[in-house]
C-alpha cells in the first residue's frame, strides 16, 4: 500500500474509520471523506495522524456536486486517486411496505446506486490513464439475505451490487477491477440502541456463533485493493460468519 493514494468515504466513524485504519497501516495516503460531525472527524484524524499519511475531505458524497468537490480537492492534495471504497451510507429506514414513500426509496437509490456512479465515474479517466485502480464498494447481506421489512434498502442495495457486476465488466481491460464486501450486521456505534433482543435473535442464526468485527470487514477489504488481487473483479465477499449460506 505504500504511496497508494486511498480515498474513503464515510471514513470517520463505524466501518469507515476501521477501513480507514487498515489502509493508514500498510503505508497509503488516505483521504478521509465525512459529511457532518466535524468533532467525530476531528477524533478521526488524530487517531490516525499517530498511524500514518491521512487527512480530511468533507463533502456530501452523496450528491454530484460532492462527489466532483471531494475528487478535485483530494487530486490537488496528492494527485491521482488509485483506490476507492465506497462506504458513505445515511440511516436505513425500517418500514412495511405501505409505509415506505417515493421519497424514501429515492434517498437509498441516490445512496447506493447514484453516489457510487458519480464517484467511479470520477475516477475512471485517470485510473484508464495508468490502467490500474481499485473500486470497492461496500454492500450488505440484505440483499442476498432478503431481509425485511428493509424492502428500500434491499432494492438500492441490490442496485448497487448490479452497478458493481457491469462497470467491472467493463472496466477489466482497462487494469481496474471493481469489487464488494458485504458486511452481515457488525455493531458499530449506531447500533448503540438497538434492542439486545433484536441482537440476541440475530445471533441465533451466525453460524460461527459470535459477533463480526470491523477489522475483518477492513481486511476484506483491504484484500481486494493489494496489487496481487488483480485477477479479482466483479466479485461479492460475504463477511457475515456464514449467514448467506442458510
Known amino acids: 500500500m505504500k504511496d497508494r493514494i486511498v480515498l474513503v468515504t464515510g471514513a470517520t466513524r463505524g466501518l469507515g474509520l476501521a477501513i480507514a485504519e487498515n489502509f493508514t497501516r500498510g503505508g497509503a495516503k488516505v483521504a478521509l471523506n465525512y459529511a457532518h460531525d466535524d468533532v467525530a472527524a476531528t477524533s478521526a484524524k488524530e487517531r490516525l495522524c499517530?498511524?500514518?499519511?491521512?487527512?480530511?475531505?468533507?463533502a456530501d458524497a452523496l450528491s454530484a456536486d460532492g462527489v466532483e468537490s471531494l475528487v478535485t480537492s483530494v487530486r490537488d492534495k496528492w494527485g491521482e486517486i488509485d483506490t476507492v471504497v465506497l462506504n458513505a451510507t445515511p440511516i436505513q429506514h425500517e418500514k412495511t411496505i405501505d409505509a415506505y414513500t417515493d421519497a424514501d426509496f429515492e434517498s437509498m437509490y441516490r445512496a447506493f446506486v447514484m453516489s457510487p456512479h458519480y464517484?467511479?465515474?470520477?475516477?475512471?479517466?485517470?485510473?484508464?490513464?495508468?490502467?490500474?485502480?481499485?473500486?470497492?464498494?461496500?454492500?450488505?447481506?440484505?440483499?442476498?439475505?432478503?431481509?425485511?421489512?428493509?424492502?428500500?434498502?434491499?432494492a438500492a442495495k441490490g442496485g448497487q451490487i448490479g452497478y458493481m457486476r457491469s462497470t467491472a465488466m467493463e472496466l477489466a481491460p482497462h487494469g481496474i477491477t471493481v469489487n464488494s464486501v458485504a458486511p452481515g450486521w457488525i455493531p458499530v456505534e449506531r447500533h448503540a440502541s438497538?434492542?439486545?433482543?433484536?441482537?440476541?435473535?440475530?445471533?441465533?442464526?451466525?453460524?460461527?456463533?459470535?459477533?463480526?468485527?470491523?477489522?475483518?470487514?477492513?481486511?476484506?477489504?483491504?484484500?481486494?485493493a493489494e496489487e496481487h488481487s488483480g485477477f479479482l473483479t466483479g466479485q461479492t465477499l460475504a463477511v457475515n460468519g456464514g449467514r448467506t449460506l442458510l
Open 194 to 224: 438497538v434492542a439486545e433482543s433484536a441482537k440476541d435473535s440475530y445471533l441465533e442464526n451466525v453460524p460461527v456463533g459470535r459477533w463480526g468485527t470491523r477489522e475483518e470487514v477492513a481486511e476484506a477489504v483491504r484484500f481486494f
Open 119 to 154: 464517484l467511479t465515474r470520477a475516477v475512471v479517466p485517470e485510473m484508464k490513464v495508468r490502467q490500474f485502480g481499485r473500486i470497492i464498494h461496500v454492500t450488505s447481506e440484505v440483499f442476498h439475505c432478503g431481509s425485511s421489512p428493509f424492502s428500500a434498502y434491499v
Open 50 to 58: 499517530a498511524l500514518g499519511t491521512v487527512e480530511l475531505f468533507k
